[in-house]
């Protein structure tokens, strides 16, 4: 496929408002696509590279060569490029990059040239999120919507299932199937602002701790475990102590969903950043297991031998109780979640059980808790009604923007961050800006990350591409003529930067914007 097209449906894409008019333009591109390039116009069309970051800079990309007059460049040419270009590093890297970046641009038409540019810098912003490009995937394969999102859901990646059901019809669906060792993305949760609310809202459940750690999937095939984080990264080599604690469990072929914790001496659990510099640790996993070791503490289970319809094993379709009962006969008490259940939401001694439930949660040291209907299937990759939050501090997950210069003590860190959130259209709205919560250590690390993401700097305030996720809590929403929303955070801190997650998994404004975000 030829890059012109693609960057022309883009410009399409970006500016119509409707989302049947987006699907219709998607699927107009992928009916003309060799199933070998849907991946990569997925993940184009999303702004993403397969290869992730390639180290161009604004300062690699701001001296533009004169376009080609005819399009010439495929998309899998750009790749091609993009692979050499991550590829290229050692003395002179900087001049070669910019070297490969401008004879790639030269061979680009005046419109490709804007789209590569865009996509470089991390501002493809028109719309067309998995979700849309899903839908137009489906009307190009003529394929059913919803049975190409299971497809994808049990993959775990839209690019793959849209290859092969581009290049083999909507017969090859069935076939993508839960299977140990391939990683699904988790089931989500929206937010509820008490347990009373969350209750009235799914009717019976089970109400667990919300733990404070980083999400994993562990998978188990006989002696082989595998763990996997929320964007389905393997980092079973950092977790020597995690894998030793899931091989001791009685069966051998399973799927767990869960959170890895860290506690002190005194059995609280320590800070997030502590358990998120664990995890991240790929220097002397000996030493950072020995110093923080981590307690796998798991809440569901998608798979056990002999479960599921027919011995499949696959525990997706139960209902919640049924798959928390097959955790219980696995895993030991000391490593699931503690929760209570409410099997009558309108009995009131059980409702002030769940509250103190709560409360006892909070002494503990973790952040709330989840509400979890007892009949909900698991459904990957959503973010479901059946599952809901209940944290006492208001938080929302949001994409710096761009970020201020400090001055005096923080004079040469970058401090006051430009927050966002996601608009339906896949841009990001500014709702505010803050330095508050911002530790010394925080400081230094966010200058670090924020300086790679930078792509414009006019000596006060730095544009970067919208990458970066940081959980910002907040007082409120207050009326704002300032911002487009119309409303800004009253008193926004930062909490923490949350590296583990990408903009896709950042608050939208819907979320903002619901009656139990401003309460």
Aim: charged share 25%; proline share 5%.
């Amino acid at each position: 496929m030829l890059l012109a097209r693609l960057a022309e449906v883009s410009r399409q894409v970006a500016a119509e408002p409707s989302r049947t008019a987006k699907i219709a333009s998607l699927a107009s591109l992928f009916s003309g696509a060799r199933p070998e390039d849907a991946a990569l116009v997925i993940s184009y069309l999303a702004g993403r590279l397969p290869q992730g970051r390639l180290g161009v800079g604004w300062r690699v990309l701001k001296d533009r060569v004169p376009p080609s007059a005819e399009p010439v460049l495929t998309v899998a040419a750009v790749d091609a490029a993009f692979t050499a270009l991550a590829q290229v590093s050692g003395a002179g890297a900087q001049a070669e990059r910019k070297r490969r970046v401008q004879d790639l641009m030269g061979a680009a038409t005046a419109s490709e040239q804007d789209f590569l540019l865009r996509l470089l810098t991390g501002e493809v912003r028109q719309g067309a999120l998995d979700a849309v490009a899903l839908e137009g995937v489906a009307k190009a394969a003529g394929a059913s919507a919803a049975e190409l999102r299971r497809a994808v859901m049990l993959e775990g990646s839209l690019a793959r299932v849209a290859e092969a059901l581009l290049a083999e019809g909507p017969d090859v669906l069935p076939s993508f199937r839960l299977r140990v060792g391939n990683p699904v993305q988790p089931m989500l949760a929206h937010t509820a602002a008490s347990v009373a609310d969350a209750v009235r809202a799914v009717g019976a459940c089970g109400i667990e701790e919300k733990l404070d750690g980083v999400r994993v999937q562990v998978h188990r095939s006989g002696a082989e475990v595998r763990v996997y984080t929320r964007s389905l990264d393997d980092i079973t080599a950092r977790l020597p102590d995690v894998v030793a604690a899931v091989s001791a469990l009685p069966e051998e072929r399973f799927i767990l969903d869960g959170e890895l914790i860290a506690l002190g001496p005194d059995g609280r659990p320590l800070p997030f950043q502590d358990i998120a510099s664990r995890v991240g640790s790929r220097a002397d996993v000996a030493a950072a297991t020995a110093a923080v070791p981590l307690s796998p503490v798991f809440f569901d289970i998608l798979a056990v031998r002999g479960g599921g319809k027919a011995g499949t094993g696959d525990l997706l379709d139960m209902p919640g109780h049924e798959r928390h009962a097959a955790l219980t006969r696995l895993v030991p008490e000391r490593m699931r979640v503690r929760r209570c259940v409410v099997a009558d939401p309108g009995s009131v001694a059980q409702l002030r059980a769940a509250e103190a439930f709560l409360a006892e949660t909070l002494d503990r040291g973790h952040e709330g808790v989840m509400v979890k209907a007892l009949d909900a299937h698991y459904v990957a990759g959503r973010r479901g009604r059946s599952w809901l939050k209940v944290k006492p501090v208001h938080t929302l997950d949001l994409v710096v923007l761009a970020v201020e210069w400090g001055h005096g003590r923080r004079t040469g860190l970058l401090s006051n961050l430009h927050l966002g959130a996601r608009r339906a259209d896949g841009g990001f709205v500014m709702l505010g800006k803050t330095f508050k919560g911002l530790t010394d250590a925080m400081l230094r690390w966010q200058t670090d990350r924020l300086g790679e993401l930078a792509v414009s700097d006019d000596g006060f305030t730095v544009g970067v591409r919208p990458e970066l996720v940081v959980e910002i809590a907040y007082d409120g929403l207050q009326r704002s003529t300032r911002y487009p929303a119309g409303v800004a955070l009253r008193f926004a801190r930062v909490v923490r930067h949350r590296p583990d997650k990408s903009a896709a998994d950042a608050d939208t404004m819907e979320q903002v914007l619901s009656p139990t975000a401003s309460r």
